[in-house]
């Protein structure tokens, strides 16, 4: 083959090979919701009691936030971020 045609074969391939290394990290990238509020509250509000409460449970949202506060006050560990998508997710999931 002639060298010119190899060279231009190569960086094809290489350009095609970046391409979908940059596809496949663009999938990995986990959405900013990613560890939501439902990965949290598995995590985090399963320490102290299991989330059968929590499934028996149907609250507002603003009787969420009094519920993860109070909780939080007990000891669970949850940032203000972390506070707020529990908070939103148990409202979408468990609504009054
Ligand atoms: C540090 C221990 C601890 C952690 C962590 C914890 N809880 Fe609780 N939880 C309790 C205790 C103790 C009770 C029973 C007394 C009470 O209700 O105040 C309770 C009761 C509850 C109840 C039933 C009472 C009600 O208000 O409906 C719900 C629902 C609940 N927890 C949700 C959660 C959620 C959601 C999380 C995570 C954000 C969480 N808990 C994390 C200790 C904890």
Redesign the pocket.
């Known amino acids: 083959m002639d060298k010119r045609v190899r060279i231009l074969f190569s960086a094809v391939f290489v350009v095609a090979l970046v391409g979908l290394l940059a596809a496949a990290c663009a999938q990995e990238e986990p959405a900013p919701a990613a560890l939501g509020g439902k990965a949290l509250?598995e995590e985090?509000?399963t320490?102290?009691?299991d989330l059968t409460?929590?499934h028996n449970?149907q609250k507002s949202a603003e009787e969420w936030k009094q519920?993860?506060e109070?909780?939080v006050g007990?000891?669970?560990k949850?940032n203000q971020d972390e506070q707020a998508a529990?908070i939103e997710y148990?409202t979408e999931a468990y609504p009054k």
Do not use: D, E, P
């Open positions: 509250s985090r509000c320490v102290c009691h409460r929590v449970a519920t993860v109070r909780m007990k000891g669970a949850l529990v148990l």
